[in-house]
C-alpha cells in the first residue's frame, strides 16, 4: 500500500481555497500517526488539506507533507465529482492556480466565501455566532464572472536549457504554465504576452528562480518529499547571482566542471535568473476616452546591456499595440517571488521615447477617477469595487453623525476609498508608506478640490505613536479622531498600529480587508473596546476563494 496516496471525501473549504478532508479510516494514517490520534472520535479525525479538493468531492491525493496535528495533499484525480459541479470555464483549469473554484455554482462559491468570513470571525475573532450570522446575510456577487480583472500578473519561467514561458503560478505553487486562454484575460492582452514571451526569449537571458523554488528542484526534484515546507515565498537573502556550471577561474587556478556545477547549484538555491514578472494594466488615459494599456516589467538588477533588452523590448510592443500606452521598467534585488520592483529603470511612453508621466493611469470609483501609478495598488474588478466604495460611502455616512467630522486613513494608497469619505469631512490625513502613492493621494485630492485632505508619508504604526503616544505629557497628547478608516494589505493591522489605533481611541473605525482571516485576529482586540455595529461583504474576486470584507466598529 502507498501510504502517500489517499483516498479523500472533501468536506471543506479552507480561506486559502484548499479542500479540507479529516482521516477516519486507519489506512490513511501511517502507524506513527494512529498512535499519536488513537484517542480521536471520528468527528476529529486528522485534518487534512488538499490542494485542487473542493467540497462534495472525492479525490485521490498525494501526501506532500506530514506533521503531527495535520496533514498537506495534492489531488491527483477526482473519483467523484460534487453533486452540482459545473464545468470549467477555463482550459488551464488544474494546471493553473488562478481560479481553483471555478467548478463550482456560483452561489455556491457565494456560500462557501460568506461561511468562510463567519468561520474566521467566530473561531478567531472570539465573535458570537449567532450575532455574526444575523451581521453577514449575504456575499455580494460579482458584476461580471470572466474577464473581469484590469490588472493581469503573470510570471516568468524557464531558460536556458528549458523553453522561456510567462504564465501563472501552478496550482501547487511550484513552476509557471502559460495560460493562452485564461478566462480573466482579454483578447488585447494575451497578443502583448505571446510578443513579450517571444521577445524575452530571443535575449537568451533566464527567468529567475525564487530561493524556494530552486531548492525544491534541486534538493526534492519532485519526488515525493513530503517534510519540506514549498510554501514559504518570501525569504529575502540579498541579490541574485547567474553562475553556469563550466570552469572558472579563481585566485588559487581553475576549477574544475563539477566543482562549478556544485558551486552552481548552490548559489540557485538563493535564486537565480533574470526575467521575474509582466504586469498588464487596464485603464484610461488622461483624456479619460477609451480603455488603454500599461505593461510593466520587472526584472532582476540588470547590466546596461540587459536593461537595454528591456528597452528594446518596451518600444517593439509599443510600436506594435497601438493601445498600449506606457511601458514600464523596474528592478528588484530581493531573493523572493514579489510582485514588486524596487528601482525603476526606464518608462517608455506611446512614442518609444522615455517619458516618466506615461506611467499614470487612471480608473473609475464611485463617480470619481483616480489617477495611479502603473506598479500602484488598486482593486483589480472595476464593476464590484464601485459596490464596494459605495457600501463604504453608505456606511460611513449611517454611523458616522458628526458635523464636518475628522477622518484618520490608514494604509491610504492612493487616496481611494477615502477621499470619497473626506468629501463629507473637516479634516483627513492619510498614512501609507509608498512615498510615491502618497504624491499621487495629494494629486488627486488637489483635483478633487479636498485641501482639507492631508497625506504623510511613513509607517503607520510609527505615525499612530506619535498621535496616540504611550504616556501623554504636555508636550505628548493624544489627538482626537471622529473616524478611522483602516485597509491595510492581507497581513492585516501591524501588532504597532493596532496597538495605537486602540489609544486613539476613535468613535468609529472602519476595517476595509481582504483577509478574513487577519480581519478576524484583530477583530479579536478590538472587540474589547469596540461594538461591531455592520459586517458586509462582496465578491471582487470569483472562481476564487478570496473575499472582500467590511466591518464598522463603534467605541463602547
Not at 470572466?146 to 510567462?166: Q, S
Request: hydrophobic share 40%; glycine share 8%.
Amino acid at each position: 500500500m502507498n501510504e502517500n496516496i489517499l483516498t479523500l471525501q472533501i468536506e471543506n473549504l479552507t480561506h486559502d481555497g484548499r479542500g479540507l478532508a479529516r482521516a477516519h479510516c486507519q489506512h490513511t494514517l501511517t502507524p506513527n500517526e494512529q498512535k499519536a490520534h488513537a484517542g480521536r472520535t471520528r468527528n476529529q479525525g486528522t485534518v487534512i488539506f488538499v490542494t485542487g479538493g473542493l467540497p462534495g468531492q472525492t479525490v485521490r491525493a498525494r501526501v506532500t507533507r506530514r506533521k503531527s496535528s495535520f496533514i498537506e495533499a495534492e489531488a491527483v484525480e477526482v473519483v467523484q465529482p460534487a453533486r452540482h459541479s459545473v464545468p470549467a470555464i477555463c482550459p488551464h483549469n488544474g494546471l493553473c492556480g488562478g481560479c481553483p473554484l471555478q467548478t463550482m455554482p456560483y452561489d455556491t462559491q457565494l456560500h462557501w466565501k460568506r461561511r468562510i468570513a463567519l468561520d474566521a470571525m467566530i473561531r478567531i475573532g472570539g465573535m458570537d455566532a449567532d450575532q455574526m450570522e444575523g451581521l453577514l446575510t449575504e456575499v455580494l456577487p460579482s458584476p461580471a464572472m470572466r474577464r473581469y480583472r484590469n490588472k493581469v500578473e503573470l510570471a516568468f519561467a524557464g531558460g536556458g536549457d528549458e523553453p522561456l514561458t510567462i504564465g501563472m503560478r501552478r496550482r501547487n505553487g511550484r513552476g509557471v504554465t502559460a495560460v493562452p486562454h485564461c478566462a480573466l484575460m482579454s483578447v488585447e492582452a494575451r497578443g502583448m504576452i505571446a510578443m513579450m514571451a517571444d521577445l524575452a526569449a530571443e535575449t537568451g537571458l533566464p527567468a529567475h528562480t525564487p530561493k524556494d523554488e530552486a531548492r525544491y528542484r534541486l534538493d526534492g526534484q519532485g519526488t515525493g518529499d513530503v517534510h519540506g515546507n514549498q510554501h514559504d515565498r518570501h525569504a529575502l537573502t540579498g541579490c541574485p547571482e547567474r553562475l553556469a556550471a563550466k570552469p572558472r577561474r579563481t585566485r588559487f587556478g581553475w576549477r574544475s566542471s563539477s566543482v562549478a556545477a556544485r558551486d552552481a547549484a548552490e548559489s540557485n538555491k538563493h535564486g537565480s535568473g533574470f526575467w521575474r514578472f509582466l504586469v498588464l494594466r487596464r485603464a484610461l488615459d488622461s483624456d479619460l476616452r477609451g480603455p488603454r494599456w500599461w505593461a510593466l516589467c520587472i526584472t532582476s538588477p540588470g547590466s546596461p546591456a540587459e536593461q537595454a533588452k528591456v528597452r528594446s523590448i518596451g518600444q517593439k510592443l509599443l510600436k506594435t499595440f497601438p493601445l498600449l500606452s506606457g511601458f514600464v521598467h523596474e528592478e528588484r534585488a530581493s531573493e523572493d517571488a514579489l510582485v514588486l520592483g524596487q528601482k525603476r529603470v526606464a518608462v517608455l511612453g506611446s512614442t518609444g521615447e522615455s517619458d516618466p508621466a506615461a506611467s499614470r493611469l487612471w480608473l473609475p470609483l464611485a463617480g470619481e477617477h483616480f489617477c495611479l501609478d502603473a506598479a500602484s495598488f488598486f482593486q483589480v474588478n472595476t464593476a464590484a469595487s464601485q459596490m464596494l466604495a459605495n457600501m463604504a460611502v453608505d456606511m460611513f455616512e449611517r454611523h458616522v453623525h458628526q458635523d464636518k467630522p475628522s477622518l484618520l486613513d490608514l494604509y491610504c494608497g492612493v487616496g481611494a476609498p477615502g477621499l470619497l469619505l473626506g468629501k463629507r469631512c473637516g479634516r483627513l490625513l492619510g498614512l501609507e508608506q509608498d512615498a510615491r502613492a502618497v504624491a499621487l493621494a495629494r494629486a488627486n485630492a488637489k483635483r478633487m478640490g479636498l485641501d482639507h485632505c492631508v497625506y504623510e508619508t511613513g509607517d503607520a504604526g510609527l505615525h499612530l505613536d506619535k498621535l496616540a503616544p504611550l504616556q501623554e505629557n504636555y508636550w505628548n497628547q493624544t489627538e482626537h479622531w471622529d473616524a478611522v478608516l483602516v485597509d491595510p494589505p492581507r497581513a492585516g493591522l501591524a501588532p504597532r498600529a493596532l496597538n495605537a489605533l486602540l489609544r486613539l481611541n476613535a468613535h468609529t473605525i472602519l476595517y476595509i480587508s481582504c483577509n478574513p482571516a487577519t480581519l478576524a485576529r484583530d477583530a479579536a482586540r478590538l472587540r474589547g473596546a469596540y461594538r461591531l455595529a455592520e459586517m458586509r461583504a462582496v465578491d471582487l474576486f470569483p472562481h476564487t476563494p478570496h473575499i472582500e470584507c467590511l466591518t464598522l466598529w463603534q467605541s463602547l
